[in-house]
């Protein structure tokens, strides 16, 4: 079985602070990690993965996240956040080979404050 | 992601009503799914398909149904609505997964049972 943890349920920033939301995750197997978001209101977003290669991945709006085997985190950075990243965001594993069950943590909600 | 619709995107009904939730894609893909999601809970699986002719039930498949009508289209059903399936309903698709197993996510629908 494999689970996902986010331990913050809401983190409050200052606008152009630097934020850090923290994703653990446990299994038996190897995985795939992501992180979507999900605005007021939207669905959700895929905003970065890792797949293989490089354990530092990107998104286009500045996240970054890195895998961390030894740890098995998934912590999802920012160096300095803008209002418009205000939104929920959520970690999310699946189990490498098989059949594709997806496990999500229950959601970190980023505000961002003027 | 405009590639995959849902509709309605609102739906206010009654106790014992049987709702239909629809989800199209146009993205090709073969695996579909349906989710839940409830505040501090996450997302939780109702039903996966692999294919038109593979149904599976996930964590939480109790009180609902599935039809897979076409490879584009993934229905969810709710025979008999009650009040605690009052939730947002998501609808998901996935690639084979020979090598992205990135799961693409429709804007939802907002169930309420009154």
């Known amino acids: 079985a494999q689970s996902v943890t986010q331990l913050d349920s809401q983190v409050p920033v200052f606008e152009e602070a630097p934020v850090e939301l923290r994703c653990n995750y446990s299994s038996s197997v190897s995985v795939y990690l992501f992180w979507y978001v999900q605005y007021p209101n939207q669905g959700l977003q895929l905003l970065l993965k890792?797949?293989?290669?490089?354990?530092l991945v990107e998104s286009i709006n500045g996240f970054e996240a890195e895998f961390n085997k030894s740890q098995t985190s998934f912590h999802l950075r920012k160096p300095s956040v803008h209002i418009s990243d205000t939104a929920e965001y959520f970690c999310?594993?699946?189990?490498?080979?098989?059949?594709?069950?997806?496990?999500f943590g229950t959601g970190t909600k980023l505000q961002v404050i003027p | 992601d405009a590639d995959v619709t849902q509709t309605p995107r609102n739906r206010i009904t009654k106790t014992g009503k049987r709702i239909m939730l629809e989800c199209s894609q146009t993205?090709?893909?073969?695996?579909m799914y349906w989710y839940r999601q409830d505040p501090g809970l996450g997302l939780q699986l109702i039903y996966y398909s692999f294919d038109v002719k593979d149904i599976n039930k996930g964590e939480i498949s109790d009180g609902y149904s599935v039809s897979r009508q076409a490879q584009a289209k993934f229905s969810l059903s709710l025979e008999s609505a009650i009040p605690n399936q009052t939730a947002l309903y998501f609808c998901?698709?996935?690639?084979?997964?020979?090598?992205?197993?990135?799961?693409?996510f429709g804007p939802g629908t907002r169930l309420t049972v009154l």
């Open positions: 890792y797949l293989s290669g490089s354990t």
């Open positions: 999310a594993v699946i189990r490498s080979g098989g059949y594709q069950k997806v496990t």
């Open positions: 998901a698709t996935s690639d084979r997964g020979q090598g992205d197993v990135t799961q693409y």
């Open positions: 993205k090709g893909h073969d695996r």
